[in-house]
């Protein structure tokens, strides 16, 4: 399936990610479609990502998850070059390589409302595109605030 370009700002609008301050600090990634994590009736989450064939993108670009939590990520590099995964996760990021049409699995905890940027880090694929956002919209848990004035809202 073809995404347009209205049709990316169609969903980036659906999904509060349209402008800034809103679950982003703007749009988030010009290129790739937007996919969806799928839940678990356990709650924890399932999404698969790829590398397309000499496109050093990944496939979607922005993933967005319904709330925070465990995320089982499949990735999959049908590119004919080595690339590495370095992915967010509390504590310490998970790193994957991904040998020329590999496909490898990471399972990392995001528990927070928020953007995640990851990418890879090998020769200038970060340069080129190849990076891609988790996105988990939401407030921030009343444990989790910071002790500080009401801030502005837009």
Do not use: F
Not at 91 to 119: E, Q, R
Request: charge should be negative; aromatic fraction near 4%.
């Amino acid at each position: 399936m073809t995404t347009t370009a209205d049709d990316r700002s169609a969903q980036l609008a659906e999904a509060g990610l349209d402008g800034q301050n809103k679950t982003a600090l703007g749009r988030v990634l010009g290129t790739g479609s937007i996919g969806y994590a799928e839940e678990r009736p356990d709650g924890t989450m399932t999404a698969t990502v790829r590398i397309p064939e000499d496109e050093l993108c990944w496939e979607p670009g922005t993933l967005i998850l319904p709330h925070g939590g465990d995320l089982e990520l499949t990735l999959i590099n049908d590119d004919k070059n080595t690339h590495c995964a370095v992915l967010p996760n509390n504590g310490d990021p998970k790193i994957i390589w991904l040998v020329n049409h590999a496909k490898g699995t990471a399972s990392i905890n995001l528990d927070g409302p928020g953007t995640y940027y990851y990418g890879s880090t090998t020769g200038n694929d970060e340069g080129r595109g190849l990076t891609g956002a988790i996105v988990i919209g939401g407030e921030v848990p009343d444990h989790a605030k910071l002790d500080r004035p009401p801030q502005p809202r837009p």
